[in-house]
Protein backbone atom coordinates (compact mmCIF):
# COMPACT_ATOMS: atom_id res chain seq x y z
CA UNK A 1 0.00 0.00 0.00
CA UNK A 2 1.37 3.72 -0.45
CA UNK A 3 1.75 5.21 2.58
CA UNK A 4 1.35 8.35 1.19
CA UNK A 5 -2.01 8.18 -0.13
CA UNK A 6 -2.84 6.26 2.63
CA UNK A 7 -2.05 9.15 5.21
CA UNK A 8 -3.83 11.52 2.74
CA UNK A 9 -6.85 10.14 2.34
CA UNK A 10 -7.09 10.01 6.72
CA UNK A 11 -6.53 13.29 6.94
CA UNK A 12 -9.54 13.85 4.79
CA UNK A 13 -11.67 12.02 6.21
CA UNK A 14 -10.97 13.57 9.40
CA UNK A 15 -11.19 16.89 7.97
CA UNK A 16 -15.03 16.48 6.80
CA UNK A 17 -16.09 15.00 10.51
CA UNK A 18 -15.53 18.38 12.29
CA UNK A 19 -13.73 16.00 15.14
CA UNK A 20 -10.86 17.44 17.77
CA UNK A 21 -8.30 18.27 14.81
CA UNK A 22 -5.38 18.77 13.86
CA UNK A 23 -4.76 21.64 10.97
CA UNK A 24 -1.11 21.49 9.74
CA UNK A 25 0.37 23.99 9.74
CA UNK A 26 2.41 22.70 6.28
CA UNK A 27 0.75 20.46 4.11
CA UNK A 28 3.22 19.52 2.57
CA UNK A 29 4.73 17.74 5.19
CA UNK A 30 1.37 16.77 7.16
CA UNK A 31 2.03 13.57 8.62
CA UNK A 32 -0.49 13.47 11.64
CA UNK A 33 -3.83 12.02 11.14
CA UNK A 34 -7.15 12.46 13.16
CA UNK A 35 -8.90 10.99 15.90
CA UNK A 36 -11.78 9.92 13.78
CA UNK A 37 -9.73 8.33 11.79
CA UNK A 38 -8.08 5.86 14.10
CA UNK A 39 -11.91 5.65 15.73
CA UNK A 40 -13.32 4.37 12.22
CA UNK A 41 -10.11 1.73 12.20
CA UNK A 42 -8.55 3.09 9.54
CA UNK A 43 -5.05 2.77 11.41
CA UNK A 44 -5.40 -0.92 12.93
CA UNK A 45 -2.37 -2.64 11.24
CA UNK A 46 -2.28 -5.18 13.63
CA UNK A 47 -4.15 -8.02 13.57
CA UNK A 48 -3.25 -10.38 10.79
CA UNK A 49 -5.66 -12.58 9.27
CA UNK A 50 -6.75 -15.17 11.39
CA UNK A 51 -8.04 -19.15 10.16
CA UNK A 52 -10.39 -19.96 13.39
CA UNK A 53 -10.39 -23.76 12.79
CA UNK A 54 -6.38 -23.45 13.86
CA UNK A 55 -6.53 -21.75 17.09
CA UNK A 56 -5.21 -24.51 20.03
CA UNK A 57 -5.57 -24.49 23.05
CA UNK A 58 -2.93 -23.09 25.43
CA UNK A 59 -1.27 -25.73 28.21
CA UNK A 60 -3.04 -22.87 30.90
CA UNK A 61 -6.37 -23.96 29.89
CA UNK A 62 -5.57 -27.31 30.97
CA UNK A 63 -5.53 -27.11 34.73
CA UNK A 64 -6.67 -25.06 37.49
CA UNK A 65 -5.48 -21.86 38.09
CA UNK A 66 -3.46 -20.33 41.00
CA UNK A 67 -4.91 -20.32 44.49
CA UNK A 68 -5.76 -16.54 45.55
CA UNK A 69 -2.38 -14.43 47.00
CA UNK A 70 -3.70 -11.95 49.96
CA UNK A 71 -1.69 -9.31 47.90
CA UNK A 72 -1.40 -8.91 44.47
CA UNK A 73 1.70 -8.29 42.42
CA UNK A 74 2.44 -8.05 38.60
CA UNK A 75 2.51 -10.54 36.36
CA UNK A 76 5.89 -12.11 36.44
CA UNK A 77 6.37 -11.71 32.94
CA UNK A 78 6.04 -7.97 33.79
CA UNK A 79 9.30 -8.42 35.98
CA UNK A 80 11.42 -6.27 33.71
CA UNK A 81 9.26 -2.91 34.53
CA UNK A 82 11.24 -1.76 37.43
CA UNK A 83 12.27 1.41 39.00
CA UNK A 84 16.42 1.91 38.23
CA UNK A 85 18.12 3.91 41.22
CA UNK A 86 20.96 5.29 41.92
CA UNK A 87 22.94 5.88 45.22
CA UNK A 88 25.97 7.84 45.76
CA UNK A 89 26.50 6.88 49.23
CA UNK A 90 26.22 2.96 49.02
CA UNK A 91 28.43 2.09 51.71
CA UNK A 92 27.50 4.31 54.15
CA UNK A 93 23.87 5.31 53.40
CA UNK A 94 22.96 3.09 50.64
CA UNK A 95 18.97 3.99 50.74
CA UNK A 96 20.04 7.74 50.17
CA UNK A 97 19.41 8.77 46.29
CA UNK A 98 16.74 8.06 44.23
CA UNK A 99 14.75 5.77 41.88
CA UNK A 100 12.71 6.57 39.31
CA UNK A 101 9.42 6.29 37.44
CA UNK A 102 9.85 3.96 33.94
CA UNK A 103 7.53 6.51 31.99
CA UNK A 104 8.43 4.49 28.85
CA UNK A 105 6.68 1.25 30.11
CA UNK A 106 3.78 2.29 31.71
CA UNK A 107 -0.07 4.29 30.25
CA UNK A 108 -2.81 5.78 31.59
CA UNK A 109 -2.30 8.89 34.32
CA UNK A 110 -1.91 6.97 37.83
CA UNK A 111 1.50 5.76 38.79
CA UNK A 112 1.48 2.47 39.82
CA UNK A 113 2.36 2.95 43.70
CA UNK A 114 5.18 0.28 43.49
CA UNK A 115 6.89 2.48 40.86
CA UNK A 116 6.10 6.01 42.08
CA UNK A 117 9.81 7.39 42.13
CA UNK A 118 11.34 7.80 45.23
CA UNK A 119 14.29 10.32 46.66
CA UNK A 120 15.75 9.73 50.19
CA UNK A 121 18.10 12.19 51.75
CA UNK A 122 18.88 9.20 54.35
CA UNK A 123 16.62 6.37 53.27
CA UNK A 124 13.58 5.29 54.59
CA UNK A 125 12.91 5.07 58.55
CA UNK A 126 11.12 2.13 59.66
CA UNK A 127 8.67 3.86 61.27
CA UNK A 128 5.84 2.43 63.69
CA UNK A 129 2.45 4.30 62.76
CA UNK A 130 1.44 3.73 66.86
CA UNK A 131 4.18 5.85 68.13
CA UNK A 132 4.42 8.44 65.31
CA UNK A 133 3.17 11.87 66.43
CA UNK A 134 2.41 14.75 64.87
CA UNK A 135 3.28 17.93 66.31
CA UNK A 136 1.60 21.62 65.28
CA UNK A 137 3.52 24.47 67.37
CA UNK A 138 5.18 28.15 67.27
CA UNK A 139 2.72 30.96 66.14
CA UNK A 140 -0.39 29.09 67.08
CA UNK A 141 -2.87 29.93 70.13
CA UNK A 142 -2.83 26.58 71.20
CA UNK A 143 0.01 23.49 70.16
CA UNK A 144 -1.68 20.31 69.33
CA UNK A 145 -0.38 16.84 68.69
CA UNK A 146 -1.76 14.33 66.86
CA UNK A 147 -1.47 10.51 66.18
CA UNK A 148 -2.81 8.77 63.33
CA UNK A 149 -6.18 8.01 64.87
CA UNK A 150 -7.02 11.49 66.26
CA UNK A 151 -6.60 12.71 62.85
CA UNK A 152 -8.89 10.03 61.47
CA UNK A 153 -11.45 11.51 62.78
CA UNK A 154 -11.14 14.84 60.55
CA UNK A 155 -12.54 14.60 57.26
CA UNK A 156 -10.89 14.06 54.41
CA UNK A 157 -10.69 15.37 50.89
CA UNK A 158 -9.04 12.73 47.43
CA UNK A 159 -6.82 14.58 44.89
CA UNK A 160 -4.92 13.35 42.16
CA UNK A 161 -1.92 15.44 41.85
CA UNK A 162 1.30 14.78 40.40
CA UNK A 163 5.05 14.83 42.82
CA UNK A 164 7.93 15.89 41.04
CA UNK A 165 11.21 16.39 42.15
CA UNK A 166 13.03 19.84 41.69
CA UNK A 167 16.20 17.77 39.74
CA UNK A 168 13.68 15.84 37.57
CA UNK A 169 15.20 16.27 34.03
CA UNK A 170 18.52 17.30 35.36
CA UNK A 171 20.28 14.49 32.84
CA UNK A 172 19.16 17.09 29.69
CA UNK A 173 21.13 20.03 31.63
CA UNK A 174 24.66 18.20 30.78
CA UNK A 175 27.01 19.34 27.72
CA UNK A 176 25.33 16.38 25.59
CA UNK A 177 22.18 15.00 25.70
CA UNK A 178 21.88 11.84 27.84
CA UNK A 179 21.32 8.92 25.52
CA UNK A 180 18.62 6.96 28.15
CA UNK A 181 14.65 6.01 29.04
CA UNK A 182 12.06 8.65 28.94
CA UNK A 183 12.28 7.79 32.66
CA UNK A 184 15.98 7.51 33.22
CA UNK A 185 15.55 11.59 32.17
CA UNK A 186 12.35 12.38 33.49
CA UNK A 187 11.43 9.93 36.34
CA UNK A 188 11.68 11.72 38.94
CA UNK A 189 7.84 12.53 38.79
CA UNK A 190 4.58 10.67 39.62
CA UNK A 191 1.31 10.85 39.93
CA UNK A 192 -1.00 9.00 42.58
CA UNK A 193 -4.42 9.18 43.98
CA UNK A 194 -3.79 11.06 47.65
CA UNK A 195 -6.09 10.89 50.37
CA UNK A 196 -5.79 12.54 53.58
CA UNK A 197 -6.95 15.94 55.72
CA UNK A 198 -6.12 19.11 54.40
CA UNK A 199 -3.86 21.05 56.75
CA UNK A 200 -5.62 24.27 56.48
CA UNK A 201 -7.90 22.63 59.30
CA UNK A 202 -5.77 21.43 61.68
CA UNK A 203 -4.22 24.87 62.01
CA UNK A 204 -7.28 26.68 62.39
CA UNK A 205 -7.87 24.18 65.44
CA UNK A 206 -4.59 25.46 66.71
CA UNK A 207 -5.44 28.89 66.11
CA UNK A 208 -2.97 31.05 63.92
CA UNK A 209 -1.36 33.76 65.76
CA UNK A 210 -0.75 37.03 64.66
CA UNK A 211 2.60 37.97 62.80
CA UNK A 212 2.34 34.21 61.43
CA UNK A 213 3.62 34.23 57.24
CA UNK A 214 5.09 30.74 56.79
CA UNK A 215 5.05 26.61 58.53
CA UNK A 216 8.31 25.09 58.90
CA UNK A 217 7.60 21.31 58.32
CA UNK A 218 10.15 18.59 59.26
CA UNK A 219 10.34 14.86 58.60
CA UNK A 220 10.86 11.78 60.82
CA UNK A 221 13.63 10.12 59.15
CA UNK A 222 17.03 10.45 59.88
CA UNK A 223 18.29 13.22 57.64
CA UNK A 224 15.48 15.22 59.56
CA UNK A 225 14.56 17.11 56.27
CA UNK A 226 12.44 20.37 57.11
CA UNK A 227 11.71 23.04 53.94
CA UNK A 228 10.24 26.74 54.78
CA UNK A 229 6.21 26.77 53.08
CA UNK A 230 3.99 29.79 52.60
CA UNK A 231 0.94 29.83 55.14
CA UNK A 232 -1.08 31.27 51.98
CA UNK A 233 -0.23 27.66 50.18
CA UNK A 234 -0.81 25.98 53.67
CA UNK A 235 -3.94 27.39 53.81
CA UNK A 236 -5.15 26.67 50.30
CA UNK A 237 -4.12 23.14 49.11
CA UNK A 238 -1.69 21.17 51.90
CA UNK A 239 -2.95 18.32 52.48
CA UNK A 240 -1.66 15.68 55.16
CA UNK A 241 -1.71 12.58 52.64
CA UNK A 242 -2.16 9.59 54.76
CA UNK A 243 -3.84 7.32 51.77
CA UNK A 244 -1.81 7.05 48.23
CA UNK A 245 -4.33 5.02 45.37
CA UNK A 246 -6.14 3.84 47.96
CA UNK A 247 -4.16 2.46 50.66
CA UNK A 248 -1.96 3.24 53.32
CA UNK A 249 1.04 6.05 52.37
CA UNK A 250 3.74 3.12 51.06
CA UNK A 251 7.12 3.50 53.10
CA UNK A 252 8.63 4.96 50.90
CA UNK A 253 6.63 8.16 50.01
CA UNK A 254 6.36 9.14 53.82
CA UNK A 255 4.30 6.24 55.70
CA UNK A 256 2.44 7.13 57.74
CA UNK A 257 1.56 10.85 56.83
CA UNK A 258 3.24 13.08 54.53
CA UNK A 259 3.08 16.45 53.31
CA UNK A 260 1.50 17.02 49.58
CA UNK A 261 1.74 20.16 48.50
CA UNK A 262 0.39 20.45 45.07
CA UNK A 263 1.91 21.31 41.85
CA UNK A 264 4.89 22.36 44.06
CA UNK A 265 9.09 21.38 44.28
CA UNK A 266 8.85 17.89 45.79
CA UNK A 267 11.28 18.92 48.12
CA UNK A 268 8.53 20.40 49.66
CA UNK A 269 6.27 17.73 50.01
CA UNK A 270 8.08 16.82 53.37
CA UNK A 271 7.66 12.69 53.80
CA UNK A 272 7.40 11.25 57.43
CA UNK A 273 5.78 14.38 58.45
CA UNK A 274 6.52 15.06 62.54
CA UNK A 275 6.99 18.91 62.87
CA UNK A 276 4.88 21.90 61.87
CA UNK A 277 6.17 25.19 63.09
CA UNK A 278 4.52 28.22 62.47
CA UNK A 279 6.79 31.30 61.74
CA UNK A 280 6.58 34.76 60.63
CA UNK A 281 9.90 33.93 58.23
CA UNK A 282 11.45 31.38 56.10
CA UNK A 283 13.84 29.06 58.43
CA UNK A 284 16.23 29.34 55.47
CA UNK A 285 17.09 25.50 55.90
CA UNK A 286 19.90 23.41 53.97
CA UNK A 287 17.68 22.30 51.46
CA UNK A 288 16.50 25.59 50.14
CA UNK A 289 19.92 27.48 50.54
CA UNK A 290 22.99 25.13 49.27
CA UNK A 291 20.08 22.87 47.11
CA UNK A 292 17.37 23.43 45.13
CA UNK A 293 18.18 27.33 44.11
CA UNK A 294 18.33 27.79 40.53
CA UNK A 295 21.93 30.26 39.46
CA UNK A 296 21.83 32.47 37.02
CA UNK A 297 24.29 34.49 34.66
CA UNK A 298 24.83 37.28 37.19
CA UNK A 299 26.12 35.54 39.88
CA UNK A 300 22.76 35.45 41.87
CA UNK A 301 20.23 32.53 42.41
CA UNK A 302 16.60 31.99 42.64
CA UNK A 303 16.14 30.69 46.13
CA UNK A 304 12.31 30.17 46.22
CA UNK A 305 11.09 28.19 43.05
CA UNK A 306 8.41 26.72 44.47
CA UNK A 307 5.67 26.41 41.43
CA UNK A 308 6.98 23.63 38.86
CA UNK A 309 6.88 24.72 35.36
CA UNK A 310 4.62 23.63 32.98
CA UNK A 311 6.00 20.58 31.01
CA UNK A 312 4.99 17.70 28.52
CA UNK A 313 6.99 14.30 27.50
CA UNK A 314 6.69 11.97 24.43
CA UNK A 315 6.65 8.24 26.73
CA UNK A 316 5.90 6.67 22.98
CA UNK A 317 7.62 6.32 20.80
CA UNK A 318 11.16 7.95 22.96
CA UNK A 319 14.47 5.95 23.50
CA UNK A 320 15.22 2.18 23.77
CA UNK A 321 11.41 2.06 21.68
CA UNK A 322 12.39 0.57 18.04
CA UNK A 323 9.86 1.59 15.00
CA UNK A 324 10.23 -1.90 13.21
CA UNK A 325 7.97 -0.81 10.33
CA UNK A 326 6.78 2.41 8.26
CA UNK A 327 3.18 3.23 8.71
CA UNK A 328 0.66 4.41 11.45
CA UNK A 329 1.28 4.92 14.92
CA UNK A 330 -0.19 6.28 17.83
CA UNK A 331 2.25 9.13 19.57
CA UNK A 332 1.62 9.50 23.31
CA UNK A 333 3.29 11.04 26.54
CA UNK A 334 2.21 12.81 29.17
CA UNK A 335 2.07 16.79 30.09
CA UNK A 336 1.96 18.58 33.66
CA UNK A 337 1.84 21.80 35.30
CA UNK A 338 2.27 22.91 38.88
CA UNK A 339 -0.03 26.00 38.27
CA UNK A 340 -3.06 23.55 37.16
CA UNK A 341 -5.04 22.04 33.93
CA UNK A 342 -2.98 21.22 31.20
CA UNK A 343 -5.34 22.96 28.44
CA UNK A 344 -3.31 21.77 24.77
CA UNK A 345 -0.74 20.02 23.68
CA UNK A 346 1.04 20.63 20.55
CA UNK A 347 3.08 17.74 18.76
CA UNK A 348 6.03 18.48 16.35
CA UNK A 349 7.68 15.63 14.00
CA UNK A 350 10.19 18.25 12.18
CA UNK A 351 11.85 19.97 15.11
CA UNK A 352 9.77 22.42 16.03
CA UNK A 353 8.77 23.79 12.45
CA UNK A 354 4.93 22.71 12.15
CA UNK A 355 2.42 21.75 15.39
CA UNK A 356 -0.38 19.84 15.47
CA UNK A 357 -2.84 19.74 18.65
CA UNK A 358 -2.74 16.11 20.42
CA UNK A 359 -6.04 14.75 21.68
CA UNK A 360 -5.90 15.59 25.68
CA UNK A 361 -7.67 11.91 27.38
CA UNK A 362 -9.93 12.88 30.11
CA UNK A 363 -10.77 13.65 33.34
CA UNK A 364 -7.92 16.26 33.36
CA UNK A 365 -7.46 17.31 36.90
CA UNK A 366 -5.14 20.00 38.20
CA UNK A 367 -1.99 20.06 38.78
CA UNK A 368 -1.73 16.13 37.35
CA UNK A 369 -0.42 14.55 34.82
CA UNK A 370 -2.74 14.65 31.14
CA UNK A 371 -2.34 12.02 28.99
CA UNK A 372 -2.22 12.96 24.92
CA UNK A 373 -2.51 10.81 22.33
CA UNK A 374 -1.72 11.63 18.05
CA UNK A 375 -2.40 9.38 15.43
CA UNK A 376 1.09 9.89 13.08
CA UNK A 377 2.48 8.30 9.84
CA UNK A 378 5.93 7.02 9.93
CA UNK A 379 7.41 7.57 6.64
CA UNK A 380 10.68 6.13 7.18
CA UNK A 381 13.06 8.98 7.45
CA UNK A 382 14.23 10.79 9.70
CA UNK A 383 11.96 12.83 11.78
CA UNK A 384 12.32 14.74 15.27
CA UNK A 385 9.38 14.64 17.36
CA UNK A 386 8.48 17.11 19.84
CA UNK A 387 5.75 17.89 22.71
CA UNK A 388 4.79 21.45 23.84
CA UNK A 389 2.08 21.85 26.82
CA UNK A 390 0.07 24.90 27.47
CA UNK A 391 -1.86 25.25 30.77
CA UNK A 392 -4.76 27.27 31.89
CA UNK A 393 -3.08 29.90 32.86
CA UNK A 394 -1.43 30.96 29.79
CA UNK A 395 1.88 29.34 30.61
CA UNK A 396 3.52 27.70 27.67
CA UNK A 397 6.42 24.47 27.82
CA UNK A 398 9.73 26.63 27.01
CA UNK A 399 12.29 25.51 24.08
CA UNK A 400 15.89 24.83 25.24
CA UNK A 401 17.37 27.97 24.40
CA UNK A 402 14.78 30.02 26.32
CA UNK A 403 14.96 27.76 29.62
CA UNK A 404 18.36 27.15 29.89
CA UNK A 405 19.36 31.47 29.05
CA UNK A 406 17.89 31.82 32.48
CA UNK A 407 20.51 29.89 34.15
CA UNK A 408 23.88 29.48 34.45
CA UNK A 409 25.40 26.60 32.00
CA UNK A 410 24.59 22.98 33.65
CA UNK A 411 21.84 24.50 35.92
CA UNK A 412 20.10 21.56 36.63
CA UNK A 413 17.14 22.04 38.68
CA UNK A 414 13.56 22.65 37.53
CA UNK A 415 14.22 22.23 34.47
CA UNK A 416 10.96 21.77 32.35
CA UNK A 417 12.22 22.58 28.43
CA UNK A 418 10.88 20.68 25.32
CA UNK A 419 11.95 17.06 24.83
CA UNK A 420 13.42 16.04 21.43
CA UNK A 421 13.48 12.51 20.29
CA UNK A 422 15.12 11.91 17.17
CA UNK A 423 13.83 8.82 15.01
CA UNK A 424 16.81 7.83 12.45
CA UNK A 425 15.78 5.93 9.14
CA UNK A 426 16.08 2.81 10.64
CA UNK A 427 13.72 3.41 13.44
CA UNK A 428 16.01 3.58 16.27
CA UNK A 429 15.58 6.64 18.85
CA UNK A 430 17.84 9.38 20.20
CA UNK A 431 18.38 11.99 22.97
CA UNK A 432 18.98 15.25 20.79
CA UNK A 433 19.29 19.08 21.83
CA UNK A 434 17.52 20.60 19.10
N1 LIG B 1 11.55 13.71 55.34
C1 LIG B 1 11.88 13.74 54.04
N2 LIG B 1 11.01 14.26 53.17
C2 LIG B 1 11.32 14.31 51.85
C3 LIG B 1 12.57 13.83 51.38
C4 LIG B 1 13.47 13.27 52.33
O1 LIG B 1 14.56 12.81 52.00
N3 LIG B 1 13.09 13.24 53.65
N4 LIG B 1 12.87 13.97 50.04
C5 LIG B 1 12.20 15.07 49.35
C6 LIG B 1 12.42 15.12 47.93
S1 LIG B 1 13.88 15.81 47.41
C7 LIG B 1 11.46 14.76 47.03
S2 LIG B 1 11.67 15.00 45.38
C8 LIG B 1 10.19 14.11 47.47
C9 LIG B 1 10.11 12.75 46.84
O2 LIG B 1 8.92 12.10 47.20
P1 LIG B 1 8.74 10.56 46.89
O3 LIG B 1 9.98 9.84 47.38
O4 LIG B 1 7.49 10.13 47.55
O5 LIG B 1 8.64 10.43 45.39
O6 LIG B 1 10.13 13.99 48.87
C10 LIG B 1 10.68 15.04 49.61
N5 LIG B 1 10.40 14.85 51.01
MO1 LIG C 1 13.72 16.22 45.20
Given amino acids: MNTEKASQALIATGETSGETSIAPTDT ?49 FEEPVKRPFASGYATVSPGTGSSRTPHQSLEGTITPSGLHFERHHNGVPDIDPAKHELLIHGLVTRPLVFNLATLSRYPMISRTHFVECAGNSGANSGPKPAQTTVGGIHGLASVSEWTGVPLSLLLNEAGIASGAQWVLAEGADSAAMTRSVPLTKIMDDAMVALYQNGERVRPEQGYPMRLLLPGWEGNMNVKWLRRIKVTDAPTHTKDETSKYSDLQPDGKARQFTFELGVKSIITFPSFGHKLDRRGPYELTGIAWS ?69 YVAGMSYHNHYIQSWAIAADGSISNVYA
Fill in 28 to 76: KRRRFLTRSASVAGTLATGGVTANAAAQEVPAWMKSPGAPMRGYGTPSK
Fill in 338 to 406: GAGRISRVEVSADGGASWSNANLQGPIYSKSFTRFRLPWEWTGTAAVLQSRAIDEKGNVQPTRQAFTSQ
